[in-house]
């Protein structure tokens, strides 16, 4: 094990996080220690960053502010390798439909929520929230794609989608019916809506490959 290859893995009090920590531990073996922490001189402290989150997105920010990491994530977006799952990915955009909630702003955009009644193309009726196997769309090229096929299915649970005010954070699109960016990013910032740890081979390749990334996006 690398002692410069410390993962901070950020526990907010939203969601059972283990899942995320097995895989991390599952793909990093001895190149990395994962550690998971409510501690922001640990997240500060850190070589990599995941943030993950489950849950409304008004209490996920309150117990963010709570905790006292709120500041000690901001920082590490801004200077280390960052993975965002779920709602943690929706955090780092401005504001949230869901409880008109303000939001970290790391990127601008919004998160919205899917409309009700939609259906496919044959006429199946959609459910709210996006629930199972999807596909992801990988619209441009990053590290962290390496060894996942283009339209590898992810796992989904969420009601919300993020909309990056710009095209070019869209790094991943999926479509429910209509398309949304299921990956965003820009620099040493990685992010997805669906969970990499519930998504077998292709989620934990993301992983694995985050566990080595220098944080540059090319």
């Excluded at 531990?25 to 190149?31: E, L, M, P, T």
């Amino acid at each position: 094990m690398s002692a410069s290859n410390r993962i901070a893995v950020v526990d907010y009090g939203m969601g059972n996080l283990r899942s995320v920590v097995q895989a991390l531990g599952h793909v990093a073996g001895r190149r990395a220690e994962v550690m998971l922490t409510a501690d922001p001189a640990v997240v500060s402290a850190a070589d990599r960053v995941v943030f993950p989150g489950q849950g409304a997105m008004r209490d996920c920010m309150a117990e963010l502010a709570a905790s006292g990491l709120r500041q000690a994530v901001l920082d590490a977006a801004c200077s280390k390798p960052f993975f965002g799952i779920c709602v943690g990915a929706q955090l780092l955009l401005e504001h949230s439909e869901e409880g008109d909630t303000p939001a970290l702003g790391f990127f601008p955009g919004n998160v919205r929520r899917f409309a009700s009644g939609q259906t496919t193309a044959d006429g199946a009726r959609l459910k709210v929230p996006h629930m199972g196997w999807n596909e992801v769309r990988q619209v441009r090229p990053h590290p962290l794609f390496a060894g996942v096929d283009d339209a590898a299915r992810f796992y989904f649970v969420h009601s919300y989608y993020m909309a990056p005010a710009r095209a070019e954070l869209a790094l991943g699109l999926t479509d429910y019916p209509q398309p949304f960016a299921s990956v965003i990013g820009g620099g040493n910032v990685f992010a997805t809506q669906f969970h990499p740890e519930k998504s077998a081979d292709a989620g934990l390749q993301l992983l694995r490959n985050f566990v080595d990334w220098d944080g540059q996006a090319g």
